[in-house]
């Protein structure tokens, strides 16, 4: 569970749920998440699904119309004339999408993790070293050979989702972009065994507010600031060297990608739409 788990899956779920009935049974399908981290008592799982009744309206309210009105202006790029200044602004406004979300959402998080027993905190503190423990058994015997075939493999999944299938001239750019990436599996498992020492000493002072605000509140909003200084500039070299080739990924486009792209952002916006 990097960052909060409770944090992402509730992002994920009111920015990408896949339909109007997921969206319209948010509270209890959170609760069955949670419990796979840490089995909540009553009183919580009443808690939580009080505190996502109120979420999701105001989500439907005041959001899904920001995201409407975002959809509209992504489905008029022009890919072929599209610059990497306009995906930086495109890529800052999805981030206040995320950051108004994170400040509604914290205050709720903050009361949830001050309502968990010790017994619940280990076992969510040994739920999350599992998770990082299969994570570090998948990758940590790959080599950078094998490990750049899966960031491709990443990399082309997700731009399919957008474009349909790449041609053979995208497939080509796609290879000199992981070929200038630098691998980071090492770094990222250290980070997890970091970040669970700092979450685990960070619930065991959750009852003492001068200490457990600040800190959650770093957490929440600025969980980057938590990155060791060669993780962070790893980050940030593979984030610019990403953004210049799909820059030039996006100019590749045919007009056939164009058309999917298009429908695609269409449906979202049917969907989003759909549950105001």
Sequence with gaps: MRKV?????????????????VYNNMDWLLVEYLEDYV???????????RKIE????????????????????????EPRSFTIEQLQAQQDKIQQHSLRLVARIAPEMYALAR???????????????VRHTKYKKKYQKL?????????????????ETWMDDLTQDQLNIVD?????????????INYQTNM??????????????????????????NPDSLYPPHLEEKIEYNKKIGNQ????????????????????????KDLAQSVL
């Design 5 to 21: 788990g409770l944090l992402l899956i509730i992002c994920s779920a009111l920015i990408g749920c896949s339909s109007k009935f």
């Design 39 to 49: 089995e909540l008592d009553n009183a919580q799982e009443d808690l939580v699904e």
């Design 54 to 77: 109120v979420l999701s309206e105001w989500h439907r309210r005041e959001e899904i119309p920001h995201y409407i009105d975002h959809l509209d202006e992504l489905m008029a790029i």
């Design 115 to 129: 309502e968990l027993s010790d017994s619940q905190v280990d076992e969510l503190m040994d739920s999350i070293r």
């Design 143 to 159: 080599s950078e050979v094998e490990i750049k075939a899966r960031y491709k493999e990443r990399i082309v999944d997700s731009l």
């Design 176 to 188: 000199d972009w992981v070929d200038e990436l630098y691998v980071t599996t090492d770094d990222w």
């Design 196 to 221: 669970r020492i700092e979450m685990n000493s960070l619930l065991d002072h959750r009852l003492n507010v001068a200490s457990f605000q600040p800190q959650f509140n770093k957490l929440m909003f």
């Design 245 to 268: 080739y799909l820059v030039r990924v996006i100019n590749a486009m045919t007009d056939e990608q164009t058309e999917y792209y298009r429908a695609e952002l269409q449906d979202w």
